[in-house]
């Protein structure tokens, strides 16, 4: 079993719709976990972070996190065509991350459409 | 602005040659990471460094060699051995003390010639 499972899509959906996405994961372990965005040819660009359980909101975002179903999610309310991109969710120890050690493990990627 | 520069955005490599990558941060950050992304496979850590003068392997650094003489610059370089270089690479960094984010460059696009 991976470490961390993501969907890859493609995704599509018409704008303004709320867009649900997924990953899960089997390390315990991890306690810090984050969504990045990444448009075609650039880098990746960081949405949220969260630390445990629990949820946290920025503007149409909302990330969500389930420590007992090893469970996290991202939800984008009032889709734009201007989310269109891939999300990946990356995850952490805390033990590693803490130290600087950097060793985030990532999901593949979700590759969303929004349809105007 | 403060940021991380990739440089060349676009490289091309021949058979038997090394290449460099360019990463340059004005982040003051400590830590310093190369990733490469293939399609379908997500981002996997090649080398990372903590400190200038330190730096480690990450899961696939065979065929890759790194460099962190300054602070602010870590240069990935992909030498011959790499049979597989075709990717992109993403440099990152991060600050220290607490629970810090990585902060990414607009990435290399490697090709081979």
């Known amino acids: 079993q991976k470490e961390v499972e993501q969907d890859p899509g493609p995704l599509s959906v018409p704008e303004g719709a709320i867009v649900s996405l997924n990953c899960t994961y089997s390390?315990?372990?991890?306690?810090?976990f984050m969504w990045y965005r990444q448009y075609s040819r650039k880098g990746p660009e960081l949405l949220m972070y969260t630390y445990s359980s629990g949820n946290k909101e920025d503007g149409r975002f909302t990330a969500q996190v389930d420590k007992s179903s090893k469970y996290i999610s991202l939800f984008i309310r009032d889709s734009q065509p201007s989310d269109s991109a891939t999300y990946l969710c990356?995850?952490?120890?805390?033990?590693?991350?803490?130290?600087?050690?950097?060793?985030?493990?990532f999901g593949k990627g979700t590759k969303l459409s929004v349809k105007p | 602005d403060g940021g991380i520069t990739q440089s060349p955005k676009y490289l091309f490599r021949k058979e038997g040659q090394n290449v460099t990558l360019s990463c340059e941060q004005n982040?003051?950050?400590?830590?310093m990471y190369w990733y490469r992304q293939d399609p379908g496979q997500g981002l996997r850590l090649i080398y990372y460094s903590q400190i200038v003068n330190d730096f480690q392997k990450g899961d696939i650094a065979e065929g890759y060699s790194v460099s962190r003489e300054k602070k602010e610059s870590f240069p990935l370089t992909v030498t011959s051995a790499q049979k597989n270089p075709t990717a992109f690479y993403l440099c990152a960094s991060t600050g220290t003390g607490g629970l810090q984010p990585q902060h990414f460059g607009d990435g290399t696009r490697l090709s081979i010639l």
């Open positions: 982040l003051n950050h400590d830590a």
């Open positions: 990356a995850m952490s120890s805390l033990a590693n991350y803490g130290g600087s050690q950097g060793n985030l493990i």
């Open positions: 390390n315990s372990a991890f306690q810090y």
